[in-house]
């Protein structure tokens, strides 16, 4: 089965995502872990997410630019982490936070819109 680039890419960019922020964030409610545990077990769930970030930027590369990939994994990394703030950590979706991430959305619009040039 041949996915095309676009999904292939947003795909392997959503699950790489998930296991960054879990190694980022997924330690805070363990507080009485040792440091060096929370970074080497971070580390190892880090591991998994180079190996679908990189072949998700060798695959989109040419489909899409640097920056647009580069738009793209910020946008995913920002939902799935308010997802996984809101999921797992119990916080609250504020209303700046939302006005926020409704900028960088505006920020990305403006990156892939062609305004009568090529991106690339």
């Known amino acids: 089965m041949n996915l095309p680039v676009p999904v292939l ?3 392997l960019l959503i699950a790489s995502n ?3 922020t879990i190694a980022w964030y ?5 507080k ?3 440091i060096l545990t929370v970074i080497l077990v971070s580390w190892g769930i880090a591991f998994f997410e180079y190996l679908l970030q ?3 930027n060798r695959i989109g590369y040419g489909h899409f630019s640097a920056a647009q990939l580069k738009t793209i994994q910020e ?3 920002l939902t799935v982490f308010v997802l996984f703030s809101w999921i797992y950590l ?11 991430f409704a ?3 505006f920020g990305a619009f403006l990156i892939f819109h062609n305004f009568g040039h090529s991106a690339h």
Request: glycine share 12%; net charge positive; hydrophobic share 55%.
């Open 54 to 56: 990189v072949p998700a």
């Open 32 to 34: 009485a872990v040792p």
């Open 9 to 11: 890419t947003v795909g």
């Open 75 to 77: 946008v995913i990394s």
């Open 18 to 20: 998930l296991f960054m």
């Open 90 to 100: 119990g916080e609250r979706l504020t209303w700046n936070v939302a006005a926020g």
């Open 26 to 30: 997924g330690h805070l409610k363990f």
């Open 103 to 105: 900028f960088i959305c």
